[in-house]
């Protein structure tokens, strides 16, 4: 039983999966009808499904971010800022430059979503160039977008929020109707599915997680054994770009609108506790694609019970803060390293005893 | 053998620096002369609204030295802020609660330094988690704007509306027809003596010298005997006390305290730093450099508040834009260097015995 | 010479998951004398010097040292210097960015009367340091502007300036020309004058009888002996180093000529790269094995990278089995037929993290593109070769990091012979590599030639190439001055390097 106990504990999914376990029990603890699912209007409501519908732009943001920081042993900073900035451009463009609100758009739904993401891309190729080509630390590089990223949707919006007032629009990031039919899931959550899906089986079916985790570990022995690791990395960094197009997508199809100073505010830095919660090191090199998904909802549930328990938004990050360092703190393998100096002292002093 | 200075490229960066400084202010006086750039007051009041910014650059320095980073500056001074402007609404001793707002900054560095340098978690992490802990308790101390008035604390008043002119000669006629005497106020003092102070710690102190070998290589550095967890902890303490003295520069020109204030600060601080030449991958930076790193920003922020009619998005877009030079550049000395290094790799060595 | 004994280690036990690395070792070390400390890779040396420097905390065991009571009890390498025990590694542990004057006196900083620190006084304490090893340098210049060899020598010069009692050198002279190791030798003298002890950790048997005393022999962890340099011979101490007597070394000289074949695998005519490597040609038939020798920094390395595609060649052209090629990036070369094993396995070959098996298939895989190699197939691919190169590993999936030097160099040899290469380099393969695994590598390179392969064989040991190559080009300066072939021997070969060999260049 022990031995088993020792497997289970000593795997790499283990501490996430515990710390949201934690959090989710600890809510089942406040609030017992914390797991009920209930169906109401045709479409599913519950404690649960919140957190996963408001997760999806985390997690979305995490599997691009989980990439970018194996590959390139870095943070990619911008996700946040490209995320408002893809919004921008959408909405932009569905409205007309200049225009606040509209209920006629100017050219068909989904180009207009298609070029959001497609922006997403371009400030990942952007941010790969300078990360790939150039040799940049990835901190670095990213920071530039950080920065122009809602300078630059800003304009766009012409300094103002613009609604797209259009019914399907806000499916993306509500419920999706087709027909009569309403579907009971909210969108976003399978748009996570839809990207963790693809970027799952890309990983899988063809080399590329292989070569990421070369890359990320030693990226001059790879280029000296035929890995193209300029090529790697700047994949890499374009599809955290596009993952972040899609989030910004979704987040303002939310809310219909594109608030360029609001959205993806802070989200970067979800993002990146995400991977860490997740088990990934920010050094790069070995990734869990799973970890990171585990630990973008449990930020999103310490988000929801905070919430819940009525804190308010300004002062939830206070806790959100001792939490995430507590768990920070006992993954890092110093305190794994004193916790099993602990345990071997209390064993040496039993056997003395003995 | 007489000491020759080096024009390495590390010198011809903060000399780039520094050109671009003057040329943009230069620009601005021709400009706008008309709009009255080219008075001495312009420049000091770049000190003036930056002082706050020049201090806590002066501490990210030391900190970028050892590789590190602290995000958590922008809240910090936002807290100091606070707690000064309850403190002295509520009539405290002005000069206990500077005291206590250098205490805290302290202990603040303390905990963050032990995460970091101790538990071996990633400075981003750490100070980000400092940065949510914060910014919580700003809103915790008081959700609403706290203003400082003369009624509250006098003597702190005194101090922030304090003028000190320069010569009377320096003065200008305005064309109301007063004379205007170019003047600075008290938190000016205090940063440039930060910036000093700081200066001359990293040139000819122990302490100074052990922040660049831990930044150039930590390993080595420990092997060579430097107490490498005790200077990295003592660095981001540092930060902070220096971060905290830049809040009191800061509360004492905005004269309040609110949950936005000094969003995006710790942004401004490592662009500032970057901009001046120091390298985030550690080993290399000059305080100086940063300095100037300062006033470019400050310059082009006057310079679009000047122009008044552009958006104010503009000058975070120049100033991102400045930034990826400085990357860039870099980037490329770095590449040149290694290629150069790779040459002398072969070079034979000279003898001179034997 | 008085033979006061200054530390001893006993009993001194050390694990790490799934290898003992020490078992119950010890070593014993006498005042002003200097002690070798040898054994193949995986013996234990650099862990053994590791518990004594406090970098390791051993499992169990006891460290005395002459005055003072007691075991010791070190942590961590201030504890060990504040002892008088100092450590110069392999790896140059200096900060590149700043001068040599600072990495001399790092921690000690002199310092003026106001306490901070004294430039002027480092500096020229500094060039007095440097002007007694010989070394006149610009002390004001930043370390990493120099040289390997004299960032080393910096090194040394440092834990010589602090006063050390026990001088450990962890294989000092891997990167130094015979020139420098003279001086390297020279210091050791004098210090041993002083009465320092040194602990003279190396696999070059000449250096360890030309200046040690003593030599520890470790063999998987444990202890072997200790033994006077004098009354050892050679053989015997080989013997002890690999625990059989050894006369292998002399079976794999090759009975006659070594058949070469007559296919023209690579010819190359003017190729360079600014700043490496001047315009060469280079040839090599199939089932040929050809030596590149020279000097440290003579341009080896250089020249197969160049042909290679690692440094793009800027000049010339080349022909590989018989076609026109131009290799932009290295996995050009691996398409075509080519494999490059680095000199440096730490930076330019393992994997660190990835498990044996990816470390084996990934060039394979590389070639493949985006298209994954069978999970399967990987296996079957996998066990082949951990038998025939007697991988010794835990499982397919450890860690490579975990394996020893000499079986790290096995995988990634492994991962070459994977690709089924008709060109293969092999740049100082047996470089910090045992006796025993040296020997396995030539005996395999001949077996391949015999197959059919062309083999390059880069190495710092005139001997083995001499017992495997049927020809050498020797470099100078970043050019290839010569080839011989024919009888060589040790004499004729460094007496090309040195010049006034034949300038001719054959093909």
Redesign the interface.
Known sequence: MRKLLEKITKTKLFLPFFCLLLVLLINLFKSPSFFRVSVSNGVLYGRIIDILNRGSEIAILAVGQTLAVAVSCGTDISVGSVMSLSACFTCMLLAGFGVHSTTVLQMPMLIGIVAGILMGGLCGAFNGVLVSKLKIQPMIATLILFVAGPAIGLLLCNNQMVYIRYDQYKYLGNFLNIGDWKCPIPTPILVTVLVVAVIAIILRKTSLGLYVQSVGINRRASRLLGINSDKIVFICYVIAGLCAGVAGVVASSRIYSADPNNIGLHFELDSILAVTLGGNSLSGGKFSLTGSIIGAYTIQAINTTLLAMGVSTDQAPVIKAVIVITIVAIQAPVFKQWWAGMKNRRQAEAKELS | ?K??H?M?SNTILILITVLLFFIMYFIGCVIYANKGFGNFQTFLNILINNSGLLCVVAGMTCVMLTAG?DISVGALVAMDCMLLATGMVKGNNCILMLLLVLLIGAVFGLVQGF?IS?????P???T??????A???T??IS?KQVSITEANNALFYQWANTKINFPAFMGIVNNKGATMVPFIRPPVIIALLCVFAIF?ML????F???L??V???E?????????VKMIKLKAYVLMSIISSIGGICYCMNTMSGS?QQATGME?QA??AT?IGGTL??G??GNVLGSFFGVLIIGTITTLVQTNGKL?S??S??A???L??FF??L???F??IRE?T?????????????? | MAEKIILTLREIDKSFPGVRALDRAQMTLREGEIHALMGENGAGKSTLIKCLTGVYECDCGEIRMDGTEGTLCIHSTQEAQKKGIVTVYQEVNLCLNLSVAENLFIGREPKTKLGFVDWKAMNRMSEKIMGEHRFNIDVTKMLGDYSLAIQQMVAIARVVDIEAKVLILDEPTSSLDDKEVETLFELMRQLKAKGVSIVFVTHFLDQVYAITDRITVLRNGAFVGEYKTTELPRVKLVAAMLGKDFDDLAAIKPEGESIVGEKVIVKAEGLSHSGTIKPFDFTIHNSEIVGITGLLGSGRSEMVRCIYGADRSQTGKMVFKGKKVKFKAPIDAIKAGMGYLPDDRKADGCINGLSVRENIILALQARRGLSMLPRDKQEILVDQFIELLNIKTASRETPINQLSGGNQQKVILARWLCTKPDFLILDEPTRGIDIGTKTEFQKLMLKLASEGMSVVFISSEIEEMLRTCSRMCVMRDGEKVSEISGQMTQESVMNAIAGGGSNAKTT
Request: one cysteine or more; hydrophobic letters at 50%.
């Open positions: 053998m000491r020759k080096r390495n980073i995460f101790y538990m071996n978690i990633q981003f992490i750490v980000m988690a400092g940065m949510f802990f910014r919580g308790m809103a915790v959700t001359i040139r000819y102190t122990k100074g010298r052990g660049y070998a930044g150039g290589n390993e080595s550095a420990r092997m060579m005997g430097l107490n949950v942004m490592i662009a970057v985030l991958t080993g290399v958006l998005s503009w975070n877009i100033v991102a834009a930034m990826c990357i860039i870099q980037a490329l770095s590449v290629k290094a790779s040459k002398r790799k072969n070079a034979r060595v000279l003898w001179s015995g034997k």
